[in-house]
């Protein structure tokens, strides 16, 4: 059974920083792809970050590049998400998900799924 289970999440105020992480179980991690997306009450899901089971491979959405940064420990089958310079409008529930093969920016790509992580930026 695979599980997803994101951490790290909380309220921070405008310019600053949180470090998000998602802890992976139940499968070969290093063969995955891993992503983080956010979504707030109303909106589709929005991509933000993936990277690939390489870790030589990372894409950003355009509003959070150069702000955040994804990263990925094989050994410990966690993949990171370093947000620094917050913005009130990155308020969100941040999830991490799973896909096997390319990497992607689509929703209806990724296999599995965590529960999600509030993400509170206050101006």
């Known amino acids: 059974q695979v599980q997803l289970v994101e951490s790290g999440g909380g309220l921070v105020q405008a310019g600053g920083s949180l470090r998000l992480s998602c802890a992976a179980s139940?499968?070969?991690?290093?063969?995955?792809?891993m992503g983080w997306f956010r979504q707030v009450p109303g909106k589709e899901h929005e991509f933000v970050a993936a990277?690939?089971?390489?870790?030589?491979?990372?894409y950003y959405a355009d509003s959070v590049k150069g702000r955040f940064t994804i990263s990925r420990d094989n050994a410990k089958n966690t993949v990171y998400l370093q947000m620094n310079s917050l913005k009130p409008e990155d308020t969100a529930v941040y999830y991490c998900?799973?896909?096997?093969?390319?990497?992607?920016?689509?929703?209806?790509?990724?296999?599995?799924w965590g529960q999600g992580t509030q993400v509170t930026v206050s101006s």
């Open positions: 990277i690939k089971w390489s870790a030589y491979g990372t």
């Open positions: 998900a799973a896909k096997y093969g390319r990497t992607g920016r689509q929703i209806n790509e990724y296999d599995y």
């Open positions: 139940g499968l070969t991690f290093s063969s995955y792809v």
